[in-house]
């Protein structure tokens, strides 16, 4: 069976190898140079699986506002044609009921794509820096400790364990939180939850693919369209011809639904911007990933570097103004934690990178409504920690479905 997989990020790759070991012949296509260019390249690098919680929740309504007048520095939005339809969308996940149900479906993704990659990290013969950190989530209000209880209690119902500690016990796990000048009155902790580089990783797993003789990459080439026949997916079209198969995957993220309207599809996906900054670490950065939840900015230790990410801008799938949002995220950094980095040194790696983001942050996993034709995207912040079960679904899905000749 021949399986082409659109995009070279962490979810396409991942869903190759996947596919291969179930005997597939694969084909990944993507329009860049290299695996991991795009979203995969230089985020967070948190294995978040025990923080899962949904985006879409009635307390972020009131910060709508603050967001749309521009005085939360986490947030950028631009109203747009585009955004309007899926924020309205956005909005309907925000209760309770959706928030909680949410938050479960995309849980239990990531617990199995937890044991999925413990698996896999026996197998690979190449090291992405996989370290067990643990996750601290700083809070600092009444309200978030109050949400950080109910989510534990929510989340226990699955066996995953989460701890609300006071700031004091938060600094006994994690000693560099006090030389971070940051007012936190308690913080959120997952002993379970990894480090580990997806640039790395997906490289690395490109090589074994293509020593394999099972997977070729079709890489620096744009898919221009999908072409179907009735209600069946015939091929997709490149600069240089078309390539057909037996099933086709989209696990090209926030460029998805560009491509899925070629066949009349609209995922509801919605790239949503964030940044990294990668810089020497200091003897004070944090071992353990540290996210501040009110700065929208998390820490994560990684080859012996710091890298510092965040934000969420939704402005839609441009680059303009990214040099500025660097510099915000700088400067949010060093006054969250002024001795966690040399903030000075040219040795610094910069990006900006969309995510895919549904309304209610569940990945779109699983067959589409044309025959031949899967999808693998979605993820919004948390493709790093889904890509193994993701990857596993979904070659599961196209190996069992059956297929007219």
């Known amino acids: 069976m021949h399986v082409v997989v659109i995009g070279a990020g962490v979810i396409g790759v991942t869903t190759a190898y996947y596919l291969s070991e179930l005997g597939c012949?694969?084909?990944?296509?993507?329009?860049?140079?290299?695996?991991?260019r795009g979203a995969s390249y230089a985020n967070a690098g948190q294995l978040s699986y025990s923080f899962t919680d949904a985006l879409a929740k009635p307390r972020f309504l009131f910060?709508?506002?603050?967001?749309?007048?521009?005085?939360?520095?986490?947030?950028?939005?631009r109203l747009t044609?585009?955004?309007?339809?899926?924020?309205?969308?956005?909005?309907?996940?925000?209760?309770?009921r959706r928030a909680q149900q949410n938050t479960l479906a995309v849980l239990k993704a990531a617990l199995r794509s937890e044991t999925l990659m413990q698996e896999l990290h026996k197998r690979v013969p190449f090291e992405f820096s996989h370290r067990a950190a643990g996750k601290l989530v700083l809070l600092h209000s009444g309200a978030d400790v109050r949400e950080a209880r109910?989510?534990?209690?929510?989340?226990?119902?699955?066996?995953?364990?989460?701890?609300?500690?006071?700031?004091?016990?938060?600094?006994?796990?994690?000693?560099?939180?006090?030389?971070?000048?940051?007012?936190?009155?308690?913080?959120v902790y997952s002993q379970r939850d990894s480090v580990a580089d997806s640039r790395l990783f997906t490289v690395g797993l490109k090589k074994m693919l293509e020593k394999s003789g099972r997977v070729a990459f079709r890489l620096s080439e744009t898919v221009k369209r999908l072409h179907k026949e009735g209600n069946r997916l015939q091929s997709i079209e490149l600069a240089q011809g078309r390539l057909s198969a037996d099933a086709v995957v989209v696990c090209n993220g926030a460029w998805?639904?560009?491509?899925?309207?070629?066949?009349?599809?609209?995922?509801?996906?919605?790239?949503?911007?964030?940044?990294?900054?990668?810089?020497?670490?200091?003897?004070?950065?944090?071992?353990?990933?540290?996210?501040?939840?009110?700065?929208?900015?998390?820490?994560?230790?990684m080859n012996?570097?710091?890298?510092?990410?965040?934000?969420?801008?939704?402005?839609?799938?441009?680059?303009?103004?990214?040099?500025?949002?660097?510099?915000?995220?700088?400067?949010?950094?060093?006054?969250?934690?002024?001795?966690?980095?040399?903030?000075?040194?040219?040795e610094r790696t910069t990006w900006g990178g969309f995510r895919p983001m549904t309304p209610n942050g569940q990945p779109l996993v699983g067959p589409s409504r044309i025959e031949g034709l899967y999808l693998n995207t979605g993820?919004?912040?948390?493709?790093?920690?889904?890509?193994?079960?993701?990857?596993?679904?979904?070659?599961?899905?196209?190996?069992?479905s059956p297929r007219k000749e």
């Open 25 to 36: 012949q694969v084909t990944v296509v993507d329009r860049a140079s290299d695996v991991a």
């Open 63 to 77: 910060r709508i506002p603050g967001i749309v007048a521009g005085r939360d520095r986490g947030y950028r939005v």
């Open 150 to 187: 109910a989510n534990a209690a929510l989340k226990m119902q699955l066996g995953c364990e989460t701890d609300v500690l006071s700031r004091q016990a938060a600094i006994e796990i994690e000693p560099a939180l006090a030389s971070m000048d940051e007012n936190f009155t308690a913080a």
């Open 81 to 96: 044609p585009e955004l309007i339809p899926w924020g309205l969308r956005f909005l309907s996940q925000c209760t309770n």
């Open 379 to 400: 993820h919004g912040m948390l493709g790093w920690t889904l890509a193994c079960a993701s990857g596993h679904d979904i070659a599961h899905s196209i190996v069992s």
């Open 256 to 301: 998805s639904g560009q491509l899925l309207k070629s066949v009349g599809i609209n995922p509801h996906v919605y790239p949503v911007k964030g940044y990294s900054v990668t810089l020497p670490a200091r003897d004070a950065a944090p071992q353990a990933s540290v996210t501040v939840l009110n700065k929208k900015i998390v820490f994560s230790r």
């Open 304 to 346: 012996g570097d710091l890298r510092i990410a965040g934000f969420a801008d939704f402005k839609g799938l441009g680059s303009e103004r990214d040099s500025e949002r660097i510099d915000t995220l700088l400067a949010v950094a060093r006054d969250a934690a002024p001795l966690a980095a040399d903030y000075e040194s040219s």
